[in-house]
């Protein structure tokens, strides 16, 4: 049976006002933004229920000519877009991005995920500032130096704070901070320094208090900065990876920030280690023109990744990388959707990444 629409009058005036009157479906400039227009609905019925839908008015009709994207199984069920009716057992407890109509049914107010936690039925939206959450892995800057804390920014409302107790002393010392710590800050991080950290705690007003007391937290060194929006890194079992076939480290950021380097050496000794320590003796490096090519194709890799609208992993940036060397196609091509397409890398990684979530 084919899939009609029924709208509310609540969805027909947003459709009204987003393509002009005698404008028809057709007018928009490319077929994913047609399809974009006609995402909003309040139901999905089918068989007799479309016929009466289309005799309302004019709008189904019109909606009806409009090219239809194929769906990724098992994404659609949990999609949900402003007015659409999300379906939940009795007894169920409407929490955010959800709300009550008048006939009893529960509809979403955000466009995201729908999540169930016992009984709490909530819209994860697609994309939002970045909250924090206790043992999330970030990437972060140093914005200013205080008298026994740093202040740093993670993309969050307010600043973050790394309180000099918070971090790994050099030669992994352990011992109570002193008044002389204190006057030595500077010596362990300074305005603009990026570091890794971890979520220890979040308050009630909004702040968030950082730690870098394990080895695998500190100062990042020889990379790039990457800003997504966090939707697009989400937890996974590791956060601090070294791409050994890439020969490039990556901190993948909850908050969204996304560092690729070079994987750091000790000073002195040459040897290559697999995470960035806070300790001293790992100080900035030359590095060659090859290995910045490397870091170079990772980005725009991840920038490709974050366009498509694809969960950020290990496994689909050495599946993007790859693929862009066997495509012959430059580090800076990545960045452009219509080369990307040309050369058929942005289908290849929207067809992987269905084929792992399917699997």
């Known amino acids: 049976s084919s899939l009609a629409i029924s709208l509310s009058p609540c969805a027909v005036a947003q459709s009204t006002w987003r393509a002009p009157a005698g404008a028809g479906a057709m007018s928009?400039?490319?077929?994913?933004?047609?399809?974009?227009a006609g995402s909003v609905v309040v139901e999905r019925c089918s068989g007799g229920d479309g016929e009466a839908a289309s005799s309302r008015g004019s709008v189904a009709p019109a909606l009806?000519?409009?090219?239809?994207?194929?769906?990724?199984?098992?994404?659609?069920?949990q999609l949900v877009c402003p007015g659409d009716v999300v379906v939940?057992?009795?007894?169920?407890?409407?929490?955010?991005?959800?709300?009550?109509?008048?006939?009893?049914?529960?509809?979403?107010?955000?466009?995201?995920?729908?999540?169930?936690?016992?009984?709490?039925?909530?819209?994860?939206?697609?994309?939002?500032?970045?909250?924090?959450s206790i043992g999330d892995v970030v990437v972060g800057r140093i914005v200013e130096v205080g008298t026994d804390r740093w202040a740093v920014e993670i993309g969050t409302a307010m600043l973050a704070h790394l309180h000099i107790g918070a971090i790994q002393l050099p030669g992994s010392e352990q011992r109570r901070r002193t008044d002389e710590d204190a006057l030595r800050m500077r010596e362990f991080f300074v305005e603009n320094d990026m570091i890794s950290a971890e979520v220890q705690k979040v308050h009630e007003t909004g702040e968030i208090a950082l730690q870098a007391r394990s080895t695998r937290y500190g100062k990042l060194q020889n990379g790039v900065l990457v800003t997504l929006p966090s939707v697009y890194v989400r937890r996974q079992a590791q956060h601090l990876v070294t791409l050994n076939t890439l020969g490039i480290m990556v901190i993948l950021g909850n908050n969204g920030w996304c560092w690729i380097c070079a994987p750091s050496q000790v000073a002195g000794s040459g040897r290559q280690e697999t995470l960035n320590f806070s300790q001293m003796d790992v100080r900035y490096e030359l590095v060659g023109p090859s290995v910045r090519e490397r870091i170079c194709?990772?980005?725009?890799?991840?920038?490709?990744?974050?366009?498509?609208?694809?969960?950020?992993?290990?496994?689909?940036?050495?599946?993007?990388?790859?693929?862009?060397?066997?495509?012959?196609?430059?580090?800076?091509?990545?960045?452009?959707?219509?080369?990307r397409a040309g050369a058929g890398l942005s289908e290849a990684v929207v067809?992987?990444?269905?084929?792992?979530?399917?699997n």
Request: glycine share 8%.
């Open 28 to 36: 928009w400039a490319t077929s994913e933004l047609a399809e974009l």
């Open 64 to 77: 009806s000519l409009r090219p239809r994207a194929p769906e990724i199984a098992g994404l659609r069920p």
């Open 88 to 132: 939940a057992e009795a007894g169920a407890l409407r929490g955010r991005g959800v709300v009550e109509r008048e006939d009893g049914k529960l509809v979403a107010t955000m466009c995201g995920v729908v999540e169930h936690v016992n009984k709490l039925l909530y819209v994860r939206p697609l994309k939002h500032r970045y909250a924090g």
């Open 297 to 339: 194709r990772v980005r725009n890799a991840v920038l490709a990744l974050a366009a498509q609208g694809l969960e950020i992993t290990p496994e689909s940036i050495i599946f993007a990388y790859e693929e862009s060397l066997q495509r012959r196609l430059a580090a800076w091509e990545l960045l452009d959707a219509s080369r």
């Open 351 to 358: 067809g992987e990444a269905v084929s792992r979530t399917v």
